[in-house]
């Protein structure tokens, strides 16, 4: 392998010793040619060996930009598996879960108040039972509408606000399973 920089050979000897990896924000990998050639060359290593890869990504393979066409064709045929944002069922058992972690008993009404109000995300859930905590113990008050609407940490969802969340979440999930290929 020809030395185009002391990236490139550092990602092949990282990766050349494994039968296995993982690369998180794999479209950031995709930002110059010796960072897609390096890519290429893990992935062929990998191969080889009857490996295993996840990528995960804010967008799919084809709105990297990738330059190299061996690799955009590779990356470009793996499927693709979107994580959506938690729906009402899942963000009350995780707040449910909170709340009873904390010792605080929940209403139902409770819960669903809050979650048709809150950013859809597990952060938001934990930010809010801790906020919730910690406002009803200083006012020794039970955990009812009235108090959740006492925190600005609740309000209304926006139009612009969805759109925010919509964007900040990890959405993809690009699983390559290089033995399933390498038929």
Not at 2 to 7: A, L, T
Not at 35 to 48: A, D, F, K, P, T
Not at 103 to 123: C, G, P, T, W, Y
Request: proline share 4%; glycine share 4%.
């Amino acid at each position: 392998i020809e030395r185009h920089s002391g990236i490139y050979l550092d990602i092949i000897n990282t990766y050349a010793s494994r039968d296995s990896s993982f690369i998180d924000r794999a479209e950031l990998i995709i930002e110059n040619s010796t960072r897609e050639r390096s890519l290429l060359h893990v992935y062929n290593l990998i191969n080889e060996r009857k490996g295993h890869m996840l990528f995960c990504a804010r967008t799919p393979p084809g709105r990297w930009g990738i330059k190299l066409a061996d690799l955009s064709s590779r990356l470009n045929s793996l499927p693709v598996t979107e994580i959506a944002l938690p729906d009402d069922k899942v963000l009350a058992a995780v707040l449910l879960k909170l709340f009873s972690d904390r010792q605080l008993k929940v209403e139902r009404d409770v819960i669903n108040f809050a979650i048709s109000r809150m950013e859809r995300s597990f952060k938001a859930a934990e930010d809010l039972a801790s906020i919730v905590d910690k406002k009803a113990l200083v006012m020794r008050r039970p955990v009812t509408i009235p108090l959740l609407k006492d925190l600005n940490f609740i309000s209304p969802p926006s139009l612009a606000t969805a759109g925010l969340i919509f964007e900040s979440k990890i959405s993809l999930i690009l699983s390559i399973i290089l033995s399933d290929w390498s038929g």
